[in-house]
């Protein structure tokens, strides 16, 4: 095995590039029997394994040992065959004949008569990067990917293929659709293609229809002597978030969890509860809860103002105001409604106790990507809740975690450069830095796409980078020049150099930028992280 670089990326994670493919799965597993000290994940990729730890610390030591580290030789198990029926009918089909110089139908013929090996996953859960037996149809991304890709599609990109396993946003080239469910977690083995198997992509004999995998449902446990709260209105968009998903990179399932961790935690403690308890994420502070038996909440996040409403058959109590950021208690009958307060954009309700939902891979969040965890919640929902035992003491009223901007009304994120800041050299991590950047409205869970009235980046280097692990808080830039701030629902690996990399310090204040808002990214020395 030989590394060829170390790359900070980000806070806590690092990426690695190595020499070969074979390197690559060496090291893997070589980590994957033996974790380094604070190693929560890795994923693998074509040219690089992407490491996550616990803390700056602990990736700063691991920095020193992967040098020494002994690996063995990558050992090739043999994985089964899967079929894959594919109607060609892709929007790409005639870009790639022609960036191929073949005809459309000698693409098609090119795709079905070779085998295609899984390599790695990544990307999204069930998305496997296929390495033909050629080079014949090995074609650049898209210039600007797809918001939309849908699932089933059938694409190329480099010398991979691969089957998008739902909608998601995509730059690879489609060329044609299947309706096989990539991804079931109803299934023994969740993947229908896994790392080691090979596909044969076979021309579908009638025409398929583009079907989305029944989403896994958590099943409401019988209700618990705690009660609970039942959602009126669920308003734009509410989830169940809690500290996410540790240790499924390589399955291509993101962590996901709270988009602002700052705020889920200060929620928590105000209600007692553990910091990495699951609670009630709402996009746009507009929600409705009514409580099943009495219980004890905290709002914290985006500025609201909560107002409760007597339960009906109460003469005595009228409406009454109460303020977010401290714990408050709401009786059994009576209604919570949260109100847009002005700034921020998302914010967190959590109730005092343990929420019994059956977990899904360990988690209760909802990934809005990958379709894993519970359903977004919905009018008529109900959140079973189990009483604390003693001991677990309501906090005092905390200041607001929301960011401030300066005296021109900006946000200021700070940055490490890389792990690719060489695709766009000295003057492209200065442009980054000095002119402003706008949040576009497509802006979610996924990520921010940034907009400027300045001029985009520019690459300093040509060709293609291979897909790669990128970390939370990624800067990804496509050919457009504009770049995406990854969150808490972004892709386990893309194909676009990341230039710098947010702070996890700064990462909650991003996640409360709304459409509008405008950023200056302010570079930081990856030395003053490392005692974090």
Same mark, same amino acid.
């Given at each position: 095995?030989?590394?060829?670089?170390?790359?900070?990326?980000?806070?806590?994670? $690092?990426?690695?590039?190595?020499?070969?493919?074979?390197?690559?799965?060496?090291?893997? *597993?070589?980590?994957?029997?033996?974790?380094?000290?604070?190693?929560?994940?890795?994923?693998?990729?074509?040219?690089?394994?992407?490491?996550?730890?616990?803390?700056?610390?602990?990736?700063?030591?691991?920095?020193?040992?992967?040098?020494?580290?002994?690996?063995?030789?990558?050992? #090739?198990?043999?994985?089964?065959?899967?079929?894959?029926?594919?109607?060609?009918?892709?929007?790409? %089909?005639?870009?790639?004949?022609?960036?191929?110089?073949?005809?459309?139908?000698?693409?098609?013929?090119?795709?079905?008569?070779?085998?295609?090996?899984?390599?790695?996953?990544?990307?999204?859960?069930?998305?496997?990067?296929?390495?033909?037996?050629?080079?014949?149809?090995?074609?650049?991304?898209?210039?600007?990917?797809?918001?939309?890709?849908?699932?089933?599609?059938?694409?190329?990109?480099?010398?991979?293929?691969?089957?998008?396993?739902?909608?998601?946003?995509?730059?690879?080239?489609?060329?044609?659709?299947?309706?096989?469910?990539?991804?079931?977690?109803?299934?023994?083995?969740?993947?229908?293609?896994?790392?080691?198997?090979?596909?044969?992509?076979?021309?579908? !004999?009638?025409?398929?229809?583009?079907?989305?995998?029944?989403?896994?449902?958590?099943?409401?446990?019988?209700?618990?002597?705690?009660?609970?709260?039942?959602?009126?209105?669920?308003?734009?968009?509410?989830?169940?978030?809690?500290?996410?998903?540790?240790?499924?990179?390589?399955?291509?399932?993101?962590?996901?969890?709270?988009?602002?961790?700052?705020?889920?935690?200060?929620?928590?403690? %105000?209600?007692?509860? #553990?910091?990495?308890?699951?609670?009630?994420?709402?996009?746009?502070? #507009?929600? !409705?809860?009514?409580?099943?038996?009495?219980?004890?909440?905290?709002?914290?996040?985006?500025?609201?103002?909560?107002?409760?409403?007597?339960?009906?058959?109460?003469?005595?109590?009228? !409406?009454?105001?109460?303020?977010?950021?401290?714990?408050?208690?709401?009786?059994?009958?009576?209604?919570?409604?949260?109100?847009?307060?002005?700034?921020?954009?998302?914010?967190?309700?959590?109730?005092?106790?343990?929420?019994?939902?059956?977990?899904?891979?360990?988690?209760?969040?909802?990934?809005?990507?990958?379709?894993?965890?519970?359903?977004?919640?919905?009018?008529?929902?109900?959140?079973?809740?189990?009483?604390?035992?003693?001991?677990?003491?309501?906090?005092?009223?905390?200041?607001?975690?929301?960011?401030?901007?300066?005296?021109?009304?900006?946000?200021?994120?700070?940055?490490?450069?890389?792990? #690719?800041?060489?695709?766009?050299?000295? *003057?492209?991590?200065?442009?980054?830095?000095?002119? $402003?950047?706008?949040?576009?409205?497509?802006?979610?869970?996924?990520?921010?796409?940034?907009?400027?009235?300045?001029?985009?980046?520019?690459?300093?280097?040509?060709?293609?980078?291979?897909?790669?692990?990128?970390?939370?808080?990624?800067?990804?830039?496509?050919?457009?020049?504009?770049?995406?701030?990854?969150?808490?629902?972004?892709?386990?690996?893309?194909?676009?150099?990341?230039?710098?990399?947010?702070?996890?310090?700064?990462?909650?204040?991003?996640?409360?930028?709304?459409?509008?808002?405008?950023?200056?990214?302010?570079?930081?020395?990856?030395?003053?992280?490392?005692?974090?």
């Amino acid at each position: 095995m030989s590394i060829r670089a170390i790359h900070r990326a980000g806070s806590q994670d $690092l990426l690695i590039d190595l020499d070969s493919l074979d390197a690559v799965l060496a090291l893997n *597993a070589a980590l994957e029997a033996s974790p380094l000290p604070g190693q929560r994940d890795l994923l693998a990729a074509a040219q690089t394994v992407l490491l996550k730890f616990d803390s700056g610390h602990s990736a700063e030591r691991a920095m020193q040992a992967l040098p020494g580290l002994a690996v063995a030789c990558a050992v #090739r198990t043999a994985g089964k065959l899967v079929e894959v029926p594919v109607h060609y009918d892709g929007e790409d %089909l005639a870009v790639v004949a022609e960036l191929t110089g073949l005809s459309v139908e000698a693409v098609v013929n090119a795709h079905t008569s070779q085998t295609w090996r899984a390599v790695f996953g990544g990307f999204a859960p069930g998305f496997a990067y296929l390495l033909g037996e050629n080079q014949e149809l090995n074609v650049p991304r898209r210039d600007t990917p797809r918001t939309k890709v849908p699932a089933g599609a059938v694409a190329l990109a480099g010398e991979y293929s691969a089957v998008y396993p739902r909608q998601s946003p995509g730059g690879w080239q489609l060329i044609g659709h299947t309706d096989l469910h990539m991804w079931d977690l109803q299934r023994e083995n969740p993947a229908l293609i896994r790392p080691q198997d090979t596909v044969q992509f076979v021309p579908a !004999t009638e025409k398929l229809s583009v079907s989305q995998a029944p989403a896994a449902r958590v099943e409401e446990p019988e209700q618990t002597s705690g009660g609970g709260l039942k959602i009126i209105d669920a308003g734009l968009q509410s989830l169940l978030q809690d500290a996410g998903r540790i240790g499924y990179g390589n399955l291509g399932v993101g962590v996901a969890g709270a988009a602002d961790p700052t705020a889920f935690r200060q929620a928590n403690r %105000l209600v007692g509860n #553990r910091m990495d308890q699951a609670a009630i994420e709402n996009l746009g502070s #507009r929600i !409705t809860v009514e409580a099943c038996g009495d219980q004890v909440l905290a709002h914290a996040g985006a500025q609201a103002q909560l107002w409760i409403t007597p339960a009906e058959d109460d003469q005595v109590r009228t !409406t009454r105001q109460v303020a977010s950021n401290a714990p408050f208690a709401l009786l059994h009958g009576e209604r919570l409604s949260v109100e847009p307060g002005g700034q921020g954009l998302r914010s967190y309700l959590a109730v005092r106790g343990e929420i019994t939902l059956n977990p899904v891979l360990g988690s209760l969040s909802t990934d809005t990507l990958s379709g894993v965890g519970p359903d977004p919640l919905v009018s008529g929902s109900v959140i079973p809740v189990q009483q604390p035992s003693v001991g677990h003491i309501v906090g005092n009223p905390q200041p607001s975690t929301l960011p401030v901007p300066d005296d021109r009304g900006v946000y200021q994120l700070r940055v490490l450069p890389g792990p #690719r800041t060489e695709w766009f050299g000295p *003057a492209g991590l200065k442009q980054l830095a000095e002119q $402003l950047w706008d949040v576009t409205s497509e802006s979610n869970r996924v990520g921010i796409r940034l907009s400027t009235g300045d001029q985009p980046l520019q690459r300093v280097l040509a060709g293609e980078l291979a897909s790669e692990g990128v970390a939370r808080g990624s800067l990804q830039v496509p050919p457009s020049g504009l770049p995406v701030l990854f969150l808490a629902d972004h892709p386990v690996t893309g194909g676009y150099p990341v230039i710098a990399t947010v702070i996890s310090e700064d990462l909650s204040a991003a996640a409360q930028l709304p459409p509008g808002s405008k950023i200056q990214f302010v570079l930081q020395p990856p030395a003053a992280l490392t005692a974090k």
